[in-house]
């Protein structure tokens, strides 16, 4: 058998460091940078980028269908949301524990996502991406009118829990640690998403975007491929959603409105699909462009006329996205 | 016996011959935008996000229209005209450099779309509803209630115009090139056929047909910036019910749903009655995926 050429290690740069060394060396210098971030930053800023990493987990969880599967899902909002209904109601009624917390929302997460999974995976394309809509909307009804369990338009409001490690450490949480703690949840799920679309069954995944009836024809079970692919965008959205609602204390309808879904593939657009990184980079702009506008041109001015157009901008001229220019070499 | 009768009597006849008419007259503003949104999606393979803010916007300029002029019919027409143009430029800006491009871009395009024209409305009308006074106030007695005949001419007027938008597909020179169009794309185009035009000429069709809807509607509950959204999933789940680019089915689709959600708000909330459609939606996805009113595939 011959080598080929994507066996070789191939120097990237005249240094001769090795694509995974330089990979390595940028990863720890970005999470340098993140970690020392909040002990420079004012306390706005810090709450800030903490939020800008949520909402990155967020969008690189639905990279993995959007960028690696090539199914448009414009219902994020739902798994998202029920990760932050699911902790918020597990920090109500049960003990007010982390960990509890993670796991209910994660459950909730999972449910959904199996629920969405099966019904609009039978679909492709544009007809995948109105169903995941749809899908969305129904538990947007149900959360908002069911007004006994998840409070209705007012949502869920309670107290955050302690940043717990069974022997090690229990504190409240400051700003700091908890924009640390969620470093470490986005850093390792990034780490475990980009180990997924690695392995044999990422590029299945990737094999159904670029051909999906040749990689039926080869003999690989797609539906089931798309049902766990869904379930494991729906299941790190579901995170974000327990972040998000542990940081803020809060769960609300609004965040399983549609609008967040769509926010999602904004950010996914904007960054850069099918490179992970990029929807947190483009997380990252948008939320700073929005940031931006609403203080040059004040509140009421909403923020989304001149974002939209951008975004169509960058839907016409730069399809890539801000990272694109780096997909192939990011996935290697 | 008794329970027999006891269960008839449990039955609001009346009730339900109200929502009835009701769930007609909803279904045929419905399957007006429907039809657009079809007609977009058959012929150009746009699945229109943005067609809810068009409906939408075409209210608003009803809305502003009447108030100047005070006439409603001519508020009609000139929002329709309006948002004609509107949605030819619409569609020349943000649509005509992603022909070509996978289809899927072309939801992100018009979703971009949608989210502009929704937040210009909110900024420039503003959060609070807008109305316009119903053109004929004489209304009907229906068992207990005075049964505006306005709804009753919505009902007919979008039926008049569906039927005058198929007349028009069927013999007009523009409406066989769309037809021409939507049955093969590049034959039509070594035909002699100007393609491109067609795309802006369906998609400005399209949203006049959705701002004459939107006026039509106005006079009912009033206009506001986040009524589209509600509209366009409405009219997105007519289109899958119905079949994609099929407009028998999709007319036929929303006045079912309308009936449905009309039958359901009896007993449930109404905000609860959208779940009827979901359902609806949801079981025509498992067991009649390419639609339910067309004919079963081969």
């Not at chain 1, 544009?126 to 129904?138: E, W």
């Not at chain 1, 169509?312 to 399809?319: H, K, Y």
């Not at chain 2, 399209?206 to 009524?227: E, I, K, N, R, W």
């Not at chain 2, 979901?278 to 639609?291: A, D, Q």
Request: hydrophobic share 55%; aromatic share 14%.
């Amino acid at each position: 058998m011959t080598a080929t050429p994507l066996d070789k290690p191939m120097p990237l740069s005249k240094v001769g460091l090795s694509h995974t060394a330089i990979f390595w060396i940028g990863f720890c210098v970005v999470m340098v940078i993140l970690i020392a971030a909040p002990l420079v930053l004012p306390e706005f800023w810090r709450r800030f980028l903490t939020e800008v990493l949520i909402w990155g987990l967020l969008a690189m969880s639905s990279d993995l269908l959007i960028g690696y599967t090539g199914m448009v899902s414009f219902g994020h909002s739902a798994f998202f949301g029920l990760g932050m209904y699911g902790a918020s109601g597990a920090l109500i009624a049960f003990s007010p524990n982390l960990w509890l917390a993670i796991l209910f929302g994660l459950t909730g997460a999972a449910c959904t996502a199996l629920f969405v999974a099966y019904f609009s995976t039978r679909l492709r394309d544009i007809y995948f991406a109105i169903t995941t809509l749809i899908f969305s909307q129904i538990f947007y009804v149900i959360i908002f009118t069911w007004t006994r369990v998840t409070g209705g338009e007012n949502g869920l409001i309670f107290n955050r829990p302690h940043l717990w490690i069974p022997f090690i450490y229990d504190a409240r949480f400051t700003s700091t640690t908890m924009h640390w703690f969620v470093l470490v949840v986005v850093a390792g799920s990034y780490l475990i998403l980009r180990r997924i679309t690695q392995s044999p069954f990422g590029m299945v995944l990737q094999s159904i975007r670029e051909n999906e009836p040749r990689t039926r024809a080869i003999g690989y079970p797609v539906a089931q491929y798309k049902m766990v692919s869904v379930m494991l965008s729906g299941l790190f959205a579901g995170l974000a959603g327990v972040l998000y609602a542990v940081q803020n204390e809060f769960a609300a309808p609004n965040f399983v409105f549609f609008l967040t879904s769509g926010e999602t593939v904004i950010y996914n657009v904007m960054g850069g699909i099918g490179t992970l990184v990029g929807p947190i980079v483009g997380a990252g702009f948008f939320q700073l462009m929005r940031e931006l506008l609403s203080r040059f041109l004040g509140d009421q001015f909403p923020y989304l006329i001149p974002l939209g157009i951008v975004f169509i901008a960058m839907i016409i001229f730069l399809p890539q996205g801000l990272l694109g220019f780096a997909r192939r070499w990011l996935n290697r | 016996m008794d329970a027999v009768s006891q269960f008839f009597h449990a039955i609001p006849f009346d009730l339900i011959l109200i929502q009835t008419i009701n769930g007609i007259v909803t279904g045929m503003i419905l399957a007006l935008i429907a039809s657009g949104l079809t007609l977009i999606f058959g012929i150009m393979d746009v699945v229109n996000f943005a067609h809810g803010e068009l409906f939408m916007l075409g209210a608003y300029v009803g809305v502003v229209i009447v108030a100047t002029t005070g006439s409603f019919w001519l508020g009609l027409i000139a929002s329709a005209l309006i948002m004609a143009i509107f949605g030819a430029a619409l569609q020349i800006i943000t649509l005509r450099p992603l022909v070509g491009r996978d289809p899927l871009n072309t939801i992100l395009a018009t979703f971009g779309a949608s989210l502009v024209l929704q937040n210009y409305a909110l900024w420039q009308f503003g959060p609070v509803s807008r109305k316009i006074p119903e053109p004929i106030s004489s209304r009907f007695t229906l068992f207990y209630l005075q049964y505006p005949w306005y709804r009753i001419v919505i009902a007919l007027l979008s039926a008049a115009i569906i039927g005058g938008f198929w007349l028009f597909l069927k013999y007009s020179k523009f409406g066989i090139w769309i037809r021409a169009t939507a049955q093969d794309r590049v034959m039509a185009q070594a035909m002699g056929i100007p393609v491109p035009l067609v795309y802006t000429g369906v998609f400005a069709l399209g949203s006049a047909m959705a701002a004459a809807s939107g006026v039509l509607f106005a006079p009912t509950t009033g206009v506001d910036h986040s009524m589209g959204l509600d509209w366009v999933l409405k009219a997105f789940i007519v289109v899958v019910v119905g079949g994609m680019g099929n407009l028998g089915g999709s007319i036929l689709a929303a006045i079912f749903i309308s009936l449905l959600e009309a039958y359901a708000a009896i007993w449930l909330d109404p905000s609860q009655a959208v779940i009827v459609s979901f359902v609806v939606l949801i079981l025509t996805l498992l067991f009649r995926p390419t639609g339910l009113f067309v004919a079963t595939p081969k």
